[in-house]
């Protein structure tokens, strides 16, 4: 039987159809990754809200891929684009998963964090 750390490498190695526009490889660090990026893990920024993903508390059991398809798809990089929703649909997604590898924060229309 295959282990986490096997499953994990076998999905962040796995080939990637990309297109010009998708060649960002969202496994580099990037300027705008968190201070607290080895809690929060990788940021992925949209209008009115902030996704962060960190891959080692993940369970993979893809409530977020199955929920919002078209936000999340590992077949793509970078694999969260939040800009292909709205932040309160994404944020509803992101509170069913199950292993808090995926978190938010809603962004005001000045860039401060919001309430929820």
């Not at 994404?90 to 509170?95: E, L, P, S, V, Y």
Request: negative net charge; aromatic residues 6%; contains cysteine.
């Amino acid at each position: 039987m295959e282990s986490d750390d096997e499953r994990r490498d076998t999905l962040s190695t796995s080939p990637v159809d990309a297109s010009p526009e998708d060649a960002f490889d969202d496994r580099t660090p990037t300027a705008e990754d968190p201070e607290d990026k080895a809690v929060r893990g990788r940021a992925y920024r949209a209008d009115g809200i902030t996704v962060y993903f960190n891959a080692r508390k993940c369970w993979h059991t893809g409530i977020c891929l199955r929920g919002l398809p078209e936000v999340f798809d590992v077949g793509r990089r970078p694999w969260v684009r939040a800009d292909l929703d709205t932040a309160e649909r994404i944020a509803a997604q992101i509170d069913l998963c199950p292993s808090a590898a995926l978190s938010y924060d809603l962004v005001g229309e000045a860039g401060e964090p919001r309430s929820v």
